[in-house]
């Protein structure tokens, strides 16, 4: 009788233990919500030794929610750590710790993930998630497992299948028990990744933006900004690069509008480095790729840290700046001195700058190769993807025939309450259209303004274009002439324009005249229009100017420019000539014009440069 006494006290003390620390670690994770980052750790650190005598489950926990605040305050390795005790604690799975168990593995993955994204390091753990997952209750933490394995999948070319098999159990988990949006978002993003790393884009497309619609109705932009990472990486490899500009716009005012998720600049910049490139801008490109180093701090996930360093050495070359590649090479080393280039084309760079000109031929054929060998292995991966995808077609043919018998029967019964109910579907289809023309109206009404602009502006410099500036000139002049107010018209262009086009290419002579503009508008006040005539001409009706403050104005917009110019502009010289008149004592505008361009003229033959005034 003792001994079972004694059996039952032991029993009450053992439930009563685990309740205590139960509610004890539901009141930290309270108390955890209330903290910041560096609060939530010191916090945690403060309360180890409370749970040293807690049961296996509530140790646990405890290391599994310290690795999430190493994680959140980028302590990756201490994370690491934390995890693992975790894991190491619930080794010997059982129903009650599967679901903390499975959590830990796929936290621990994740930070192998940041740590060096290699999916030999991250992906074991979650191939063990989804074999520990099968045992489990929660939905949530199942699906996350199949989606987090998927993941896996991405660079095996002829396991596709299993990826996405992977994927349509997630998803059919999802479906049965209604899940979230966010949880369909999870689901669609590793399903396009998964399409994308398999080359197959357009497929990759539709699912990444599905994904950003599931996570955009519940405004989770982390992950819409995720997706739009993703979506700018496919538009380019489909080759629509204005798609791809259009997302990097989006992960700019996302940036912008959400301060608080401190790396959505350092991506935005990266993603828009590699649309540049992509272009073939390459001066605009090192410009977002050196921004986005300057904000690597940004970031936990190093591989594209060490990304930005190797876009840059290749661009540097694409420049002729080798004394760049050599200084941006010797910085990534000291950064990642462990850190291993494997791209061919990179080291070819890196010796080509340093002289070695043998070792360069050799990594560019390396290169060579490997483009050969990728080329072949895509051809063969192609045949293999087709089959699957013919395969996924026919199930699905069939899939639609079953359930186009089902609604054949359905309609058989629906049949019957059709006449009752056609009135009311007529009166819904008169209010739906009703809606639809409300909305068309609002649409016209709306964007009838954007047409306008669009019809009055210059489509490469965003200034009036030469039919809008010449009327509103011509305005200005006949308002001039009635109030007997002053009207200084400027006409410039830019010297010796077709040898830079002919020798540096149309796209340096497109940044040049946006350089022109940008220097031009930052002198102007807003009582001047300016406007593109053509070519690398440009107008300016400057009102209320006398001839001497708008000769005044000329020289401070031609010393702007060649001033300024030095920095943009190292390989040729940039400067414009100016002409200058009043528009008093002419007859109409296009006299005054005239003159404008007799004045143009003198400047050029004075040796450019130069601003030639009406009357001296």
Same mark, same amino acid.
């Given at each position: 009788?003792?001994?079972?006494?004694?059996?039952?006290?032991?029993?009450?003390?053992?439930?009563?233990?685990?309740?205590?620390?139960?509610?004890?670690?539901?009141?930290?994770?309270?108390?955890?919500?209330?903290?910041?980052?560096?609060?939530?750790?010191?916090?945690?650190?403060?309360?180890?030794?409370?749970?040293?005598?807690?049961?296996?489950?509530?140790?646990?926990?405890?290391?599994?929610?310290?690795?999430?605040?190493?994680?959140?305050?980028?302590?990756?390795?201490?994370?690491?750590?934390?995890?693992?005790?975790?894991?190491?604690?619930?080794?010997?799975?059982?129903?009650?710790?599967?679901?903390?168990?499975?959590?830990?593995?796929?936290?621990?993955?994740?930070?192998?993930?940041?740590?060096?994204?290699?999916?030999?390091?991250?992906?074991?753990?979650?191939?063990?998630?989804?074999?520990?997952?099968?045992?489990?209750?929660?939905?949530?933490?199942?699906?996350?497992?199949?989606?987090?394995?998927?993941?896996?999948?991405?660079?095996?070319?002829?396991?596709?299948?299993?990826?996405?098999?992977?994927?349509?159990?997630?998803?059919?988990?999802?479906?049965?028990?209604?899940?979230?949006?966010?949880?369909?978002?999870?689901?669609?993003?590793?399903?396009?990744?998964?399409?994308?790393?398999?080359?197959?884009?357009?497929?990759?497309?539709?699912?990444?933006?599905?994904?950003?619609?599931?996570?955009?109705?519940?405004?989770?932009?982390?992950?819409?900004?995720?997706?739009?990472?993703?979506?700018?990486?496919?538009?380019?490899?489909?080759?629509?690069?204005?798609?791809?500009?259009?997302?990097?716009?989006?992960?700019?005012?996302?940036?912008?509008?959400?301060?608080?998720?401190?790396?959505?600049?350092?991506?935005?910049?990266?993603?828009?480095?590699?649309?540049?490139?992509?272009?073939?801008?390459?001066?605009?490109?090192?410009?977002?790729?050196?921004?986005?180093?300057?904000?690597?701090?940004?970031?936990?996930?190093?591989?594209?840290?060490?990304?930005?360093?190797?876009?840059?050495?290749?661009?540097?070359?694409?420049?002729?700046?080798?004394?760049?590649?050599?200084?941006?090479?010797?910085?990534?080393?000291?950064?990642?001195?462990?850190?291993?280039?494997?791209?061919?084309?990179?080291?070819?760079?890196?010796?080509?700058?340093?002289?070695?000109?043998?070792?360069?031929?050799?990594?560019?054929?390396?290169?060579?190769?490997?483009?050969?060998?990728?080329?072949?292995?895509?051809?063969?991966?192609?045949?293999?993807?087709?089959?699957?995808?013919?395969?996924?077609?026919?199930?699905?043919?069939?899939?639609?025939?079953?359930?186009?018998?089902?609604?054949?029967?359905?309609?058989?019964?629906?049949?019957?309450?059709?006449?009752?109910?056609?009135?009311?579907?007529?009166?819904?289809?008169?209010?739906?259209?009703?809606?639809?023309?409300?909305?068309?109206?609002?649409?016209?009404?709306?964007?009838?303004?954007?047409?306008?602009?669009?019809?009055?502006?210059?489509?490469?410099?965003?200034?009036?274009?030469?039919?809008?500036?010449?009327?509103? #000139? /011509?305005?200005?002049?006949?308002? !001039? &002439?009635?109030? %007997?107010?002053?009207? +200084?018209?400027? @006409?410039?262009?830019?010297?010796?324009?077709?040898?830079?086009?002919?020798?540096?290419?149309?796209?340096?002579?497109?940044?040049?005249?946006?350089?022109?503009?940008?220097?031009?508008?930052?002198?102007?006040?807003?009582?001047?229009?300016?406007?593109?005539?053509? #070519? /690398?001409?440009?107008?300016?009706? !400057? &009102?209320?100017? %006398?001839?001497?403050? +708008?000769?005044? @104005?000329?020289?401070?917009?031609?010393?702007?420019?060649?001033?300024?110019?030095?920095?943009?502009?190292?390989?040729?010289?940039?400067?414009?000539?100016?002409?200058?008149?009043?528009?008093?004592?002419?007859?109409?505008?296009?006299?005054?014009?005239?003159?404008?361009?007799?004045?143009?003229?003198?400047?050029?033959?004075?040796?450019?440069?130069?601003?030639?005034?009406?009357?001296?």
């Amino acid at each position: 009788m003792r001994f079972i006494f004694v059996i039952l006290l032991n029993f009450i003390c053992l439930y009563y233990s685990s309740n205590v620390f139960s509610q004890t670690m539901s009141t930290v994770e309270q108390r955890l919500t209330t903290l910041s980052s560096t609060e939530k750790l010191r916090y945690l650190q403060s309360i180890k030794a409370d749970f040293s005598t807690a049961s296996i489950l509530e140790q646990a926990k405890y290391q599994h929610e310290l690795g999430m605040v190493f994680e959140e305050n980028k302590q990756l390795n201490s994370a690491l750590n934390a995890f693992s005790k975790s894991i190491d604690m619930l080794s010997a799975a059982t129903d009650a710790t599967r679901t903390m168990l499975v959590k830990s593995l796929l936290e621990r993955s994740y930070v192998n993930y940041l740590i060096n994204f290699e999916v030999e390091s991250y992906c074991p753990d979650r191939k063990l998630a989804v074999a520990v997952s099968k045992g489990i209750i929660d939905v949530d933490v199942k699906i996350r497992a199949l989606v987090q394995y998927a993941f896996c999948f991405k660079e095996k070319k002829m396991q596709l299948s299993e990826g996405l098999a992977l994927l349509d159990d997630a998803l059919a988990l999802a479906q049965e028990n209604q899940l979230p949006a966010n949880t369909l978002g999870m689901i669609y993003n590793a399903s396009g990744n998964l399409y994308r790393n398999h080359q197959l884009y357009d497929q990759a497309n539709e699912y990444l933006s599905t994904a950003y619609e599931q996570w955009a109705s519940v405004n989770d932009y982390q992950d819409m900004f995720n997706m739009l990472h993703g979506l700018v990486a496919t538009s380019i490899e489909r080759l629509e690069l204005s798609q791809a500009q259009q997302h990097v716009d989006e992960m700019f005012q996302l940036a912008k509008q959400q301060p608080a998720f401190e790396d959505f600049i350092f991506f935005a910049n990266y993603n828009a480095g590699l649309v540049a490139n992509a272009n073939k801008h390459w001066t605009k490109a090192i410009n977002y790729f050196e921004k986005s180093l300057q904000l690597r701090k940004y970031t936990q996930e190093i591989f594209f840290i060490k990304q930005s360093y190797q876009q840059l050495i290749l661009l540097y070359l694409r420049n002729n700046q080798t004394e760049k590649v050599r200084l941006m090479y010797t910085e990534l080393k000291q950064f990642f001195p462990d850190y291993v280039i494997k791209d061919a084309g990179v080291l070819a760079t890196v010796a080509y700058a340093n002289g070695d000109y043998a070792q360069s031929r050799d990594q560019f054929l390396l290169q060579l190769d490997h483009e050969i060998t990728e080329r072949r292995l895509f051809l063969k991966h192609t045949m293999h993807v087709n089959t699957l995808l013919n395969r996924q077609n026919t199930n699905a043919l069939d899939k639609k025939l079953l359930n186009q018998k089902i609604k054949i029967q359905q309609l058989q019964l629906i049949n019957q309450q059709v006449v009752q109910e056609r009135t009311w579907q007529l009166l819904a289809f008169s209010v739906v259209a009703l809606i639809l023309m409300m909305m068309l109206i609002r649409y016209l009404l709306r964007n009838r303004r954007k047409f306008k602009k669009l019809a009055c502006t210059d489509v490469l410099t965003g200034i009036a274009n030469r039919r809008y500036i010449l009327e509103k #000139g /011509d305005l200005l002049f006949k308002q !001039a &002439k009635v109030k %007997s107010e002053c009207l +200084a018209v400027l @006409l410039f262009d830019i010297d010796n324009f077709k040898l830079v086009n002919d020798g540096q290419g149309h796209h340096v002579g497109d940044q040049v005249i946006n350089f022109i503009v940008n220097q031009t508008q930052s002198c102007l006040t807003k009582e001047c229009e300016f406007g593109r005539l053509g #070519g /690398d001409e440009f107008i300016i009706m !400057a &009102k209320g100017l %006398s001839i001497n403050s +708008a000769k005044a @104005l000329a020289e401070e917009i031609r010393v702007k420019v060649e001033e300024n110019a030095k920095a943009f502009f190292i390989d040729f010289s940039v400067s414009i000539s100016i002409g200058v008149v009043s528009a008093e004592g002419f007859e109409n505008l296009a006299s005054a014009i005239a003159e404008a361009d007799t004045m143009l003229y003198e400047a050029k033959g004075l040796g450019r440069n130069v601003v030639v005034c009406q009357n001296g």
